[in-house]
């Protein structure tokens, strides 16, 4: 089973909770787009603010499949489904914003959309994560089944070959 926000809305059969749990979507990346943005001083972390980048681009990924049906296969797809295009940027890793979104390639986005090998469904398999540089010997990732860890660079890679299960914590 899959936990993708717009798999989980078009299984809906009732319109109306479809509608109420899209307009929630929308709130929720509206709310989560101003805490990845806000200047609260110290009490938020360029780290934490990552998390919350990572978590807007999930909901982004689940109203990009459930509009086209099909999983993105970059994310600059998903840019008309965030509100802003500079969340696309890891904040610990550069400061910055993109002048143009129209020129953008993979290369300017600090996130990668990973995708399961075929024929593993498992929750526990990355789904998107920051680019390998952007922290310090780890990468910020965030599973299938919404949780988030810190991950090494070499049990990412286990992860992505399926060897193993994940020892970091």
């Given at each position: 089973?899959?936990?993708?926000?717009?798999?989980?809305?078009?299984?809906?059969?009732?319109?109306?909770?479809?509608?109420?749990?899209?307009?929630?979507?929308?709130?929720?990346?509206?709310?989560?787009?101003?805490?990845?943005?806000?200047?609260?001083?110290?009490?938020?972390?360029?780290?934490?603010?990552?998390?919350?980048?990572?978590?807007?681009?999930?909901?982004?990924?689940?109203?990009?499949?459930?509009?086209?049906?099909?999983?993105?296969?970059?994310?600059?797809?998903?840019?008309?489904?965030l509100p802003n295009p500079n969340w696309l940027i890891c904040p610990v890793r550069?400061?910055?914003?993109?002048?143009?979104?129209?020129?953008?390639?993979?290369?300017?986005?600090?996130?990668?959309?990973?995708?399961?090998?075929?024929?593993?469904?498992?929750?526990?398999?990355?789904?998107?994560?920051?680019?390998?540089?952007?922290?310090?010997?780890?990468?910020?990732?965030?599973?299938?089944?919404?949780?988030?860890?810190?991950?090494?660079?070499?049990?990412?890679?286990?992860?992505?070959?399926?060897?193993?299960?994940?020892?970091?914590?």
């Amino acid at each position: 089973m899959s936990v993708c926000p717009g798999e989980f809305i078009r299984k809906t059969k009732s319109k109306t909770l479809r509608i109420v749990l899209l307009v929630a979507g929308v709130i929720l990346a509206l709310l989560i787009a101003r805490l990845a943005t806000m200047d609260i001083g110290p009490s938020i972390s360029p780290e934490k603010a990552c998390l919350f980048r990572l978590l807007a681009i999930k909901d982004a990924v689940g109203k990009y499949e459930y509009l086209y049906d099909k999983y993105p296969d970059s994310l600059i797809e998903i840019l008309e489904f965030l509100p802003n295009p500079n969340w696309l940027i890891c904040p610990v890793r550069r400061k910055g914003v993109f002048k143009k979104t129209d020129k953008l390639s993979d290369n300017d986005i600090d996130y990668i959309i990973v995708r399961a090998a075929a024929g593993r469904n498992s929750q526990l398999f990355p789904l998107i994560a920051d680019k390998k540089g952007n922290h310090k010997n780890v990468r910020n990732v965030l599973f299938a089944n919404g949780q988030h860890k810190w991950v090494t660079e070499e049990n990412f890679q286990n992860l992505l070959k399926g060897i193993g299960e994940d020892k970091s914590q």
